[in-house]
């Protein structure tokens, strides 16, 4: 598969999670800070990345596009640090969904509920009837868990 540059670079290195574009470092995570890992797709393929890894400390949240090079070795390294195999689910999904990958305790449960946008027009309503449009927003389970 031919990774473009745009989804940048995944990599386990110095006890972090370090996440780069082609212009620089976008973030970086120490692995001990991790509470949470998830991924999710959206709707936006197959034009631009519908596909994304999201990482959560205590303090916030972080997210990297599943197509990033290095992502295999990147999820072996890491699979390693942590003692559990992280096993994506969502390859072949189409539609919003997410679900955790650690900790093992709660892989596979929801990372997101999907809340609609409420419209407030008539063109809003209809628009909203055509093409749904949620807000994501983590599950009270992933909030209670990333404390």
């Given at each position: 598969?031919?990774?473009?540059?745009?989804?940048?670079?995944?990599?386990?290195?110095?006890d972090?999670?370090?996440?780069?574009?082609?212009?620089?470092?976008?973030?970086?995570?120490?692995?001990?800070?991790?509470?949470?890992?998830?991924?999710?797709?959206?709707?936006?393929?197959?034009?631009?990345?519908?596909?994304?890894?999201?990482?959560?400390?205590?303090?916030?949240?972080?997210?990297?596009?599943?197509?990033?090079?290095?992502?295999?070795?990147?999820?072996?390294?890491?699979?390693?640090?942590?003692?559990?195999?992280?096993?994506t689910?969502?390859?072949?999904?189409?539609?919003?969904?997410?679900?955790?990958?650690?900790p093992?305790?709660?892989?596979?449960?929801?990372?997101?509920?999907?809340?609609?946008?409420?419209?407030?027009?008539?063109f809003?309503?209809?628009?909203?009837?055509?093409?749904?449009?949620?807000?994501?927003?983590?599950?009270?389970?992933?909030?209670a868990?990333?404390?």
């Amino acid at each position: 598969m031919n990774v473009p540059a745009s989804s940048g670079h995944l990599e386990v290195g110095n006890d972090a999670i370090i996440y780069t574009m082609p212009n620089g470092e976008v973030w970086q995570i120490a692995i001990a800070d991790l509470r949470i890992i998830g991924e999710f797709t959206n709707t936006d393929g197959p034009g631009a990345d519908d596909y994304f890894f999201v990482f959560l400390t205590r303090e916030q949240s972080f997210e990297a596009s599943f197509y990033a090079s290095g992502r295999d070795s990147f999820l072996g390294g890491l699979s390693a640090r942590l003692g559990h195999e992280l096993r994506t689910g969502l390859c072949h999904s189409t539609s919003l969904a997410s679900r955790v990958l650690w900790p093992s305790h709660l892989e596979g449960h929801p990372l997101f509920d999907l809340v609609p946008v409420k419209p407030t027009s008539f063109f809003g309503r209809l628009k909203q009837r055509i093409s749904p449009r949620v807000v994501l927003h983590f599950t009270e389970e992933i909030l209670a868990a990333s404390i």
